[in-house]
């Protein structure tokens, strides 16, 4: 299944929508193949390829399926030109609560994400 990253703002609601659905298919058409996911655990930094997350996506049950509350949004989007931006986002999967940085690129087929970095907070 192709999905439409024609724009900026499409790939990000893909992105929240693969997200809180929990799709495998729809993140991994909006990640370029060489981005990973980055993010510090205890100090130390951690790193996940695409391949390794969309196989933990598709064990994991959805946030949608299991009825949790959907809130995400853009937090600010800086573009450097028409093919590069750095994308900032909020977005749960309740208890866990995300801030999200990603680095998109305009590319040959349209607009990808080549690059993740977050956070996450637990709350009960």
């Given at each position: 299944?192709?999905?439409?990253?024609s724009s900026?703002?499409?790939?990000?609601?893909?992105?929240?929508?693969?997200?809180?659905e929990g799709?495998?298919?729809?993140?991994?058409?909006?990640?370029?193949?060489?981005?990973?996911?980055?993010?510090?655990?205890?100090?130390?930094?951690?790193?996940?390829?695409?391949?390794?997350?969309?196989?933990l996506v598709?064990?994991?049950?959805?946030?949608?399926?299991?009825?949790?509350?959907?809130?995400?949004?853009?937090?600010?989007?800086?573009?450097?030109?028409?093919?590069?931006?750095?994308?900032?986002?909020?977005?749960?999967?309740?208890?866990?609560?995300?801030?999200?940085?990603?680095?998109?690129?305009?590319?040959?087929?349209?607009?990808?994400?080549?690059?993740?970095?977050?956070?996450?907070?637990?709350?009960?």
């Open positions: 299944m192709s999905y439409d990253r900026l703002d499409t790939v990000i609601q893909h992105y929240f929508d693969g997200l809180y799709d495998a298919d729809k993140l991994g058409a909006i990640f370029h193949p060489t981005a990973d996911l980055r993010w510090v655990s205890h100090g130390a930094l951690q790193v996940l390829t695409v391949p390794d997350w969309m196989a598709r064990k994991r049950t959805s946030a949608k399926a299991d009825g949790k509350a959907r809130e995400d949004f853009v937090v600010t989007v800086d573009r450097s030109d028409e093919s590069t931006a750095f994308v900032k986002v909020r977005c749960q999967l309740p208890p866990r609560y995300f801030t999200d940085y990603l680095v998109a690129m305009k590319l040959n087929d349209g607009w990808q994400i080549v690059s993740k970095s977050y956070r996450c907070d637990t709350r009960e």
